[in-house]
């Protein structure tokens, strides 16, 4: 038994032909839909990146418990597990954030692993002068990651054949794992790249297939925000991303071309999947994380091959998650899941569509917390603006790229154990988020009928369904009690009336699908809300009227975050922190105190 799989980074299930896509040059993953089940509704859990990578290891949700972070002690890793099972398990991959803090201990539960650089500003290639940076479009990463953009363009000096594309290179590496043990029994390879991730960094040959004429900067690498560029700037940032998930393409047609070779179909299991999507101007937003997790998001695409059933070019409707795909390869292999283990194999999906769940849980530490049947979609919300109480619950104490803090740190209390901590107590530290979904409001959708999710809905009897089924599913989990009194729920007992937040959290439910603002939209008092922060808060008069209207600008931490950023900026990428009137007051006052 052999299984191969296939991960990909940022993979919009909306821009893949076998999901209804027109125009995008992908026949491998049309080749890769004949030759699998397709499934429809798949949902990732714990976002983003390094917790949805959790899950794959663990098989559970963490999102309600820790932010971004590496495998706990306690966790249980399924690579791992298979190894100590006697299957060789090997990781081949440029996804840099393997080798940070917050994500150090994922690779070596592999038996063996490769990882290639140059992804995303991945600090790679030493370079003192400056990179020459083309003209680029007026861009929020460039303030806020300054040291990520200048090292990615370095990076990319050393990635201009494709064939030294760290893409190029986790396949070659992945595929001579297949090449060399494609005889042999008893193995699992990861072929996974960040692609395609943003930055949308691609070739010639992959561009050609969506020229739109655009003659613009550069733009590639779109904020976390609003979208605040014209039409034909969003068009190209799209195409973008369209040719690098066509370059994507290209590297899976080397591993169906690889199987095809072996004649592996016989015997190994192949899953394609990804951790998550991407907004390209949906919903009038780029990214994900700021906004709440739309279908564009966290509905991802999933595909999957068999040789126990051989079923192919088929599809199904029955609701699986992330948190699925680990227990589904220790199924495979004859292993069992630990107690601990909230996924399920999709085996009983592949044979006849019978479910394997009634629910899918899923968002991002101190946002919505979501919950899905397949058909309504549910986003709680926080119930005050606060957000809080919120707590991070670890024995790992790094984030992405560091540590907690020291004041994080010197704030922490013990905590009693979880249910799936195996009887060790976790530091308790107090968290926090540069976002807040209170801003959004709590949201609800039919996807049947409005599967774009234009216009959210409010049915006190539908809510009170949905946040019953998300409270119990919370329950079930174990999440801690703060969580509960985060979102307004009760952690046991019937729900009523009085629990539900959709009619008193409108107000910003409307007011958070408004498009965003432009310098024009205040007249010649606009100027001012174009200069960066840092440069109003040098001049005393300036000073104090931004603290005056907005005064979480006296935490210096904070300051440090947005002072590159204008005031636009920041209400673009913030949604809710300065409304529309403030800007315009903010503008009036601003002017008057020159």
Known sequence: MKAIVVMFDTLNRRMLPPYGAEGIVAPNFERLAQRSVIFDNCYGGSMPCMPARRELHTGRYNFLHRSWGPLEPFDDSIPEMLGEA?????????????????????????????????????????????????????????????DLWRQDWINRTHMQEKSQHSQTLTFDAGIEFIDTNAAEDGWFVQIETFDPHEPFFSYPEHKRHYDTGYQG?????????????????????????????????????????AMDEHDLWKDTMLIVCTDHGLLLGEHGWWGKMVQPWYDETIHTPLFVWDPRTRLRDERRGALVQTIDLGPTLLDFFGVAPTADMQGRSVAPVLESDTPVRDYALFGTFGGHACITDGRYVYMRSSATPQNQPLYEYTLMPTRMRGFFSTQDLANVTLAEPFSFTKGLHTLQTPGSTYFNPYSFGTLLYDLEHDPH????????????????????????????????????LPSEGALTSEHLLIRDQWTQVEQSRQPAVKPGDFGELGEVLAVPVSELMAEDAHKSVLLAHLPMLSDPQYQSFVGALTLLQIAAIANGMISRPQLSALAEALTQSK
């Open 217 to 257: 900067p550069r733009f590639d690498w779109p904020d976390y925000s609003r979208v605040v560029e014209d039409d034909d700037v969003v068009e190209h940032g799209r195409a973008e991303y369209k040719a690098l998930l066509t370059m994507c393409d290209e590297s899976l047609g080397r591993v169906l071309d």
């Open 86 to 146: 006697g299957v060789h398990t090997h990781l081949s991959t440029d996804h840099a954030h393997y080798w940070e803090d917050g994500g150090a201990t994922y690779h070596t539960r592999f038996t063996t692993f490769e990882l290639f650089r140059g992804q995303e500003g991945d600090p790679w290639k030493g370079q003192v002068r400056d990179p020459e940076i083309p003209d680029s479009v007026p861009s929020l990463n460039r303030a806020l990651k300054a």
């Open 453 to 488: 999710q234009r216009d959210p809905l409010i049915d006190d009897e539908l809510e009170l369904r949905m946040a019953t089924a998300l409270r119990d599913l919370l329950r079930a989990t174990d999440v801690p009690l703060s969580q509960f009194e985060r979102l307004g």
